[in-house]
């Protein structure tokens, strides 16, 4: 059992950066691959980064590419999203999520049923 718990969310302006936390624990957290998703209202829950459980492999949606940066520290059992040069259109709710797989693939990462675990989210909001 893994469980997943977001932070760093908040309000900020269109320019600005935040660097969003997810604190695993479980025994095995290490071992998951990680990601990102979110959700903004209305809209469909979208893929954002992935990360491999050893941080050795990464993929990043297009819109994203260039602007977000995933890592993680398995000693702290914690995946990190910083996110610069914000835009309104990334305001949403983030949520981190965990899944076993290892092929590290566009269509394996991106796509929500890879994945066992998820966190509440948190909320970003960018004003204009």
């Known amino acids: 059992q893994v469980q997943l718990v977001e932070s760093g969310g908040g309000l900020v302006q269109a320019g600005g950066s935040l660097r969003l936390s997810c604190a695993a624990s479980g025994r095995t957290a290490s071992t998951y691959a990680m990601a990102w998703f979110r959700q903004a209202p209305g809209k469909e829950r979208e893929f954002v980064a992935a990360?491999?459980?050893?941080?050795?492999?990464?993929h990043y949606a297009d819109s994203v590419k260039g602007q977000f940066t995933i890592s993680r520290d398995n000693a702290k059992n914690t995946v990190y999203l910083q996110m610069n040069s914000l835009k309104p259109e990334d305001t949403a709710v983030y949520y981190c999520?965990?899944?076993?797989?290892?092929?590290?693939?566009?269509?394996?990462?991106?796509?929500?049923?890879?994945?066992?675990?998820w966190g509440r989210g948190t909320q970003v909001t960018v004003s204009s």
């Open positions: 990360i491999s459980w050893d941080g050795g492999r990464i």
């Open positions: 999520a965990a899944g076993p797989y290892r092929t590290f693939t566009i269509v394996v990462v991106t796509n929500t049923r890879q994945y066992d675990y």
